[in-house]
């Protein structure tokens, strides 16, 4: 069974909160766009033999936001024409189902993209090996290699495979390419390597059959630590309502968030490949960007045979900010603080007895008042399940239950945001402890379906499918 681990960003936020004592987090990563004195001096006291790993990013997240900024207009009028044409068709266009004039403009774009890549890998003010040496400057125990940015890119744009006129080869030359850089990494890396360090090759995918064959090249450039973008996936929401694996298309029943699917048919094509080129599984794949429970547990048990699986996400910080919190029980869920204050003033009762060390240290300053958000709700009687933001900005509920209220800015405002920001963490960390705490397959396997067929219970119906099929592709083949 795989060691599973959430490593934190390092940020501000993070920092603090481990300056205050309320995290312990299993590690951090820190990207070299990110670096700033107390951040790197931070990470220079900590290492895994302190059971806490440092993480050094390769920072070309920046380079795919700007990428896809640029081509941005051009592709979403190709997508425009796509809609139009599904329209027609009354279905999702499937692979090289496009008119040709369409499939055509996409392809000579996409190309375009690939020259802007090389460009930027030419001109770019950081070098392959600029890069490398300030990664070293933390001394981090894994670093994650300088990637080839191309399909996050293409992914970033909704540029799929089916809407292009171009061979499995084109998507695989990418994963040589990315499996070169590796091993030039292993070779001008400064500082003490082979040692302790471990580089994580980057695959890049969008589909089973690209990480497949990302899975193969990795192996054989020797990689065994691997990494795998996985948030340009996630913050896609368009619809799909089919996958491919090899030549074979398969047609689902209805359409589901196309994140679900790509996430779930990568991680099960990199594992796939890996072990078909090397007998064996790989000793870490590292999920960067990823920081949704459900899809979490989906991937921990495809790459449940790897030595080990790690996540990092900045999600649990956004998703803070917005006013969307996790728990753990019934099942990992994200809640927003109006539903939950709802919840909370109708059934005053209950409590939100979360017992983390964030809920334990700010429940005690900012004490929720059940009660009082019971008598606020029987004067406000038509508010009920629509509870307005207004209603959290100030006033007698939001003084009622400080927790869950959404303050327009002041120190309630910052205590409120960090202590979401916290307890979304713990509750990422509690789903690696879930995790860990399983011990065969059979187990692992007995808490996800639970947890899955929990979640499914209270979502929208096709939410519940997609989960399902997700959960199923998980499994199968
Ligand atoms: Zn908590």
Redesign the pocket.
């Known amino acids: 069974m795989a060691g599973y681990h959430f490593i934190f960003n390092l940020n501000d936020h993070t920092y603090e909160s481990r300056e205050q004592g309320l995290s312990d987090p299993e590690g951090y990563l820190l990207s070299v766009h990110r670096y700033t004195p107390k951040f790197t001096a931070l990470a220079l006291s900590l290492n895994n033999s302190y059971d806490e790993i440092v993480m050094a990013d390769n920072g070309y997240y920046a380079r795919i936001r700007d990428l896809t900024k640029s081509y941005t207009k051009e592709s979403a009028a190709l997508l425009k024409r796509v809609s139009a044409f599904e329209k027609k068709l009354g279905r999702k266009a499937r692979y090289k189902e496009l008119p040709a004039e369409l499939m055509r403009d996409y392809t000579a774009l996409a190309k375009r993209i690939r020259s802007s890549v090389y460009e930027i890998e030419k001109t770019h003010e950081f070098s392959f090996e600029d890069i490398l040496r300030e990664q070293s400057l933390i001394k981090p125990d894994r670093i994650v290699c300088p990637e080839d940015i191309l399909l996050a890119t293409l992914v970033g744009l909704n540029i799929e495979p089916e809407y292009l006129d171009l061979p499995r080869s084109f998507y695989r030359y990418r994963n040589e390419r990315s499996g070169r850089f590796f091993q030039k990494a292993q070779t001008t890396y400064p500082g003490t390597y082979p040692g302790e360090k471990q580089i994580l090759a980057v695959a890049s995918a969008v589909d089973y059959n690209s990480a497949y064959d990302a899975g193969r090249e990795l192996a054989k450039a020797g990689a065994q630590y691997l990494a795998m973008g996985t948030g340009a996936y996630m913050v896609d929401n368009h619809f799909t309502d089919h996958y491919r694996i090899n030549r074979k298309t398969t047609i689902l029943e209805r359409s589901v968030p196309r994140r679900y699917l790509r996430t779930v048919l990568t991680a099960k094509g990199l594992v796939d490949g890996y072990y078909a080129q090397a007998g064996t599984y790989p000793a870490l794949i590292h999920f960067l960007g990823l920081g949704t429970p459900i899809m979490m547990v989906m991937v921990a048990w495809i790459g449940r045979h790897a030595g080990e699986i790690t996540f990092d996400a900045t999600s649990p910080i956004k998703d803070a900010v917005e006013g969307t ?1 996790y728990v753990t029980e019934p099942s990992y869920l994200k809640f927003k603080t109006d539903k939950l204050a709802s919840y909370y003033m109708q059934n005053p009762e209950q409590r ?1 007895a ?7 240290t700010y ?1 005690k300053m900012h004490v929720m008042d059940y009660d009082r958000a019971a008598q606020w709700f029987a004067k406000h009687p038509d508010r009920g399940a629509d509870l307005e933001r207004e209603d959290l900005r100030a006033g007698e509920l939001a003084e009622a239950l400080p927790l869950f209220s959404m303050p327009r800015g002041g120190q309630q405002a910052r205590d409120i945001n960090d ?1 979401r920001m ?2 979304n963490h ?2 990422l960390m509690h789903i690696m402890d879930d995790l860990r705490s399983t011990d065969n397959d059979e187990t692992l396997k007995a808490l996800i379906t639970e947890k899955l067929e929990t979640y499914a219970k209270d979502a929208l119906p096709h939410y519940a499918y997609a989960i399902k099929e997700a959960w199923r592709l998980s499994q199968a083949f």
């Open positions: 919190l939100w979360c017992g983390c060390t964030y809920c334990k429940g202590w916290g307890h713990m509750m």
